[in-house]
């Protein structure tokens, strides 16, 4: 199997930076910085520019914990087909074992992950290199016993309560709530 994770250069630390170029301020001559593009304020997938500040964080996940958020998580799924209770369950096993084994033979536990999240997207980063996940990908915020899950349009991102202060939690909840709001436009 072969994967096209941009490989990391240098440091560990997660590389989103916005690019700008310097242009030269005719009535005092002065440089300013100037970004290459205008950032949208607001418009389909994006986060508003009102939305929270940045959240920072690192994480190194345990079989236990994120088992936990794939049984939660496919549960939601698969209740909402309404199959009845013991396919339900079945598959919610079945997909839950599948999503441990991954884990385990990705070696997930050995890794640590420092997330970036702000109103230009997520950046994860990590050994294997550093993945940029702009809020268009994100489907939906929700959230579980454990933590938050980031649903994405492929695959999620399991983000633990015991990783968050109790501000970046309240910022992922707004993080959230900006989400849901653009999705009903």
């Not at 389909?44 to 049984?71: H, I, K």
């Not at 454990?146 to 991102?157: A, D, S």
Request: aromatic share 10%.
């Amino acid at each position: 199997m072969w994967f096209s994770h941009p490989k990391q250069v240098g440091s560990r630390k997660p590389v989103a930076v916005l690019v700008q170029r310097q242009r030269l301020d005719p009535a005092n001559g002065i440089a300013i910085d100037a970004p290459l593009m205008p950032l949208p304020v607001l418009g389909p997938g994006l986060v508003a520019a009102g939305a929270p500040e940045t959240v920072q964080f690192s994480v190194r996940y345990a079989l236990p914990e994120y088992v936990s958020f794939m049984w939660q998580h496919a549960g939601y799924i698969i209740r909402r087909r309404r199959i009845g209770t013991l396919a339900t369950y079945w598959m919610q096993t079945k997909s839950t074992s599948s999503a441990a084994l991954h884990f385990v033979a990705q070696g997930r536990s050995r890794n640590t992950y420092e997330f970036t999240i702000d109103t230009h997207g997520i950046v994860r980063a990590s050994r294997s290199g550093v993945t940029l996940v702009p809020w268009g990908d994100v489907c939906s915020i929700r959230r579980y016993s454990r933590g938050f899950m980031m649903v994405l349009k492929r695959g999620t991102l399991p983000i633990p309560f015991r990783c968050l202060s109790q501000a970046q939690g309240e910022s992922m909840q707004r993080f959230g709530e900006s989400v849901r709001a653009l999705a009903r436009h």
